[in-house]
């Protein structure tokens, strides 16, 4: 172990020569403060970290620990580094001072002191016998149901009795210490300091500890499952598969709105196939408009209340939906803006395998947040559509990969981002049951237009709690950008501004379709048209400059006369967005 902190790996040293010109050209971006060239540099070395790390500790959940400070660390004190050249092997020192400190606290296999510790640590605090897992479970079940008989509510007092006598059949599984110590972490939500502190055991045995019961937990709920289910059907047990049709929705290439996409795919499959016009008009994707306040990087396009646009999305094509959402605690939340508000859950296989398999096995795909898009996407929304318990796998949809991809359950359940939809029906509504189709797309249309104006005008409703994440949108936004290309003491964002240009063109020329088949008459519909024109040329404006700057990974910066075009070619996309906001202010005065 003594060499590891003298000597570096030969395949450090190997790399501790020179960098390549685009590596270096990363580090000296991420330097100014380019968070997606951090990122980049994240991708190329997590792998070989995680290996140093987890030969030096000899346990990859730690490993997976130490790795996320070190990248922390690097990040906050990159300032400091002078030779960007050597970026790995000051990297590679971050994480072994991580690693040695988490080693000075106990290695994961060091001895261990008996289960008794925590019974007579907790002497004089708790009444309860809690090497007892009876006496233990009974009280939380006491607890539970007295709490619901002070709220009034029966059918709780039921749901959290069962809850328990689940959790209860579970728990059996578990040696007395990983009961103790798994119950110490989710139901008394102690921290793994606390945990090791009161068993007198390293912080990293805690974590070996967690991870295991996890996996033995998980592996008896499916045992206890597949008995209940075989008895109760008198059947081989749950379907262990199934893998929906993917049918073609649309002749076009798949839509760089990924959203509007992946529920075109939900309702093709459903045999609903929608125009994509349609749906990029009625979900008011193709209207909008958010850069950061920070940066030209592209996260602006997914920062929006999700589940608000997503039951209203639905709801205009006349589905109810179930969503699930929720973000990991001591994760890196992508797009924080917009899952801020979700709840705190747990990586817990049980909170979102049998979520997706209910829907499958009813032959409804689910719409996903995909972490792990192919690049050069960073995340997108995509798709499930199949699952498969022997292969621990799920099918879906990746912008990248025409036949669909695969990931994990693992790879799901460990996802930061937590937000699944399914559709449970159709609406019930007698009064649209009784209009026209042509009157009802009128209605949404007119209900688009002035979302499009109220919008462009003032800006998104939504707006995220958190400071530091701010931004501009409607026609604000144009300025927003333009001023970052105009800056002179900016480092724009390469690889985020070749997102948005190929993002909100193609958006800008939705938005002109979708006004084409607005179903209106005489006056208001030839100023329908005329937005739709100006619409179109707005996304002229925006295409020719992401032929220039095409959406692609590069560490290749964007020249002065090239920001200079990109910003004109903006002020004039703007003047034609400004105009089609006022053809569509005169038009809704018509429809009045």
């Known amino acids: 172990m003594e060499s590891w902190n003298t000597v570096e790996p030969d395949g450090m040293r190997k790399a501790a020569s020179p960098e390549t010109e685009s590596e270096q050209a990363l580090v000296e971006r991420a330097q100014l403060g380019d968070t997606e060239a951090f990122g980049e540099l994240f991708e190329q070395h997590r792998g070989r970290l995680r290996g140093w790390a987890e030969r030096m500790t000899g346990d990859a959940y730690l490993a997976d620990d130490i790795v996320q400070d070190a990248f922390v660390k690097a990040f906050l004190h990159l300032g400091t580094l002078s030779d960007t050249s050597r970026f790995l092997p000051w990297l ?41 897992l009876d006496n233990m479970l009974y009280h939380l079940a006491r607890k539970a149901s007295d709490a619901a008989l002070l709220e009034q509510d029966p059918a709780e007092s039921l749901l959290r009795k069962d809850l328990f006598e689940m959790i209860h059949a579970l728990l059996h599984c578990l040696n007395a210490k990983e009961r103790g110590i798994f119950k110490a972490y989710f139901y008394r939500q102690l921290s793994p300091e606390a945990i090791a502190a009161l068993y007198e055991m390293p912080i990293g045995s805690v974590y070996t500890y967690i991870y295991r019961s996890r996996k033995k937990i998980g592996k008896e709920h499916v045992r206890v499952s597949l008995s209940l289910m075989s008895e109760q059907k008198g059947s081989g047990g749950m379907q262990k598969s199934k893998v929906l049709q993917l049918p073609a929705w649309t002749t076009q290439s798949p839509l760089r709105a990924s959203l509007v996409d992946s529920v075109g795919r939900m309702l093709a499959i459903r045999e609903d196939r929608q125009d994509p016009a349609k749906l990029m008009g009625i979900s008011t994707v193709a209207f909008s408009m958010k850069i950061s306040n920070r940066t030209t990087f592209a996260d602006g396009i997914y920062v929006f209340d999700w589940k608000q646009t997503v039951h209203d999305f639905f709801g205009k094509l006349g589905y109810r939906i179930t969503v699930l959402c929720g973000q990991l605690s001591n994760s890196p939340v992508p797009v924080l803006g917009a899952v801020e508000r979700f709840p705190v859950v747990l990586p817990i296989e049980e909170a979102v395998i049998p979520f997706i398999r209910k829907y499958l096995n009813q032959g409804q795909p689910l719409l996903y947040f995909d972490t792990r898009a192919s690049k050069p996407y960073v995340h997108e929304w995509s798709m499930i559509y199949g699952y498969d318990d022997e292969h621990r796998v799920v099918y879906l949809t990746d912008p990248m990969t025409p036949g669909g991809k695969t990931l994990s359950y693992d790879d799901v359940i460990h996802n930061p981002v937590r937000f699944l939809a399914g559709i449970e029906g159709e609406t019930a509504c007698e009064e649209s049951g009784r209009q026209t189709e042509e009157a ?17 005008r003032n800006g998104c409703r939504y707006t995220p709690s958190t400071i530091y994440l701010q931004y501009t949108s409607g026609l604000d936004a144009y300025d927003r950008w333009i001023g970052f290309l105009r800056d002179p003491c900016h480092l724009p964002n390469r690889y985020g501004i070749g997102h948005l240009f190929a993002y909100y063109g193609e958006m800008k020329r939705y938005a002109s379709q979708y006004l084409r088949t607005a179903a209106f008459r005489e006056e208001a519909m030839r100023l329908t048209l005329l937005a739709a024109e100006a619409y179109e040329q707005a996304a002229e404006e925006l295409d020719g400059r992401s032929a220039d700057v095409p959406f692609i990974r590069t560490s290749e910066m964007l020249s002065a006369d090239m920001r200079s075009k990109c910003a004109e070619s903006l002020s004039r996309a703007k003047e034609f967005e400004h105009a089609a906001i006022g053809y569509l202010e005169k038009a809704l005065n018509h429809l009045r």
Do not use: C
């Not at 949404?444 to 979302?451: D, H, M, N």
């Open 92 to 132: 590679y020192r971050i994480t072994r001072n991580q690693t040695n400190m988490r080693l000075r606290r106990g290695g994961p296999y060091r001895k261990e002191s008996p289960f008794s510790v925590m019974q007579s640590d907790m002497k004089g605090h708790f009444a309860e016998d809690w090497e007892d």
């Open 440 to 456: 009802v797309n009128r209605e949404l249309a007119e209900q688009t237009i002035r979302f499009a104006v109220e919008y462009a």
